[in-house]
């Protein structure tokens, strides 16, 4: 039979293992939060998070939020805030594989957005130094989109943009008056549809892939990472705007060229600032 005074020892010497274990458990720091999915769309969302790291660039901001969605960067037009504050940053658009050429950096994954909702509560946010030029909520202007073509571009940022000029003109200023002189056949093979028929047809076929042929009457490069080719086939009403469509691709195949251009087709597709077009087709392919 063991003694009562060496159970005792025993026991101490056992609690006293056990006890720096139960320390390092408790002082063992919280795992970061996870980063948004890369393949993750996060187009059209507010986002509200804290501030984990920050930086400005070429007249952005890139901050790194921590949000409900993870972590995620995001661009806004150049704004003075600091790491720790909570903010919402207005819905934008989500770029992958996004290189800025200023900061010699590619992101995964990053969302291009007009600006920080003032009308978002940051109560639990340190007090927030004022920004020199407060971004109005889901508007942006034509600094903001000359600035994201230099930053795809690594130039310096023209003196106006060539798609995007600001809120008071938005996608309709964009448009190319109707020319008598287009007339081009409708592409061949399946979900072929002219430019008229895919304003008739927009409801009916946003989210699906189509082809669409016509000539290129003019490009606004690199906004958003993406080119924008306006398309004209002589069809559509010109009175709706309905005979420019525009297509957004990474090829450049020039103006004047008659192409065929094959994406996915969004109706109603609103980017925010007034660029919203019935039908756009995206992320298209181009065949000369």
């Given at each position: ?62 901050l790194?939020l ?12 150049e ?60 508007k ?7 600035a994201?073509?230099?930053?795809s ?41 002219s ?12 989210g ?15 906004i ?20 420019d ?44």
């Amino acid at each position: 039979m063991f003694s009562l005074k060496k159970v005792l020892s025993r026991t101490a010497l056992s609690l006293c293992l056990i006890a720096p274990t139960l320390a390092l458990a408790e002082e063992k720091p919280a795992a970061p939060p996870a980063p948004a999915a890369a393949n993750a769309s996060l187009d059209g969302v507010a986002l509200q998070g804290k501030i984990v790291e920050t930086m400005n660039s070429s007249g952005y901001t890139y901050l790194l939020l921590d949000a409900a969605q993870g972590q995620i960067w995001v661009a806004i037009p150049e704004t003075k805030i600091a790491a720790g504050q909570v903010v919402t940053c207005a819905p934008g658009m989500t770029m992958k594989d996004f290189t800025s050429k200023t900061l010699n950096r590619t992101f995964a994954a990053i969302v291009f957005s007009p600006g920080l909702d003032a009308g978002a509560p940051t109560a639990a946010s340190p007090a927030a130094p004022p920004a020199d030029k407060p971004a109005e909520p889901g508007k942006t202007g034509a600094g903001f989109d000359a600035a994201l073509q230099a930053e795809s571009s690594g130039k310096a940022a023209p003196g106006d943009a060539a798609e995007m000029t600001g809120p008071s003109t938005g996608s309709a200023g964009a448009v190319v008056p109707s020319s008598s002189d287009v007339n081009v056949n409708k592409a061949v093979g399946e979900n072929s549809y002219s430019v008229g028929e895919c304003f008739e047809q927009g409801k009916e076929l946003n989210g699906k892939t189509v082809r669409v042929r016509g000539k290129v009457m003019k490009i606004s490069r690199m906004i958003m990472g993406k080119n924008w080719l306006h398309l004209q086939d002589g069809t559509g009403n010109p009175l709706k705007n309905e005979h420019d469509l525009v297509a957004t691709t990474t090829e450049d195949p020039g103006e004047g060229a008659v192409v065929t251009v094959e994406g996915k087709l969004s109706a109603e597709r609103d980017f925010g600032a007034g660029y919203k077009y019935v039908v756009i087709v995206e992320d298209a392919k181009v065949e000369k």
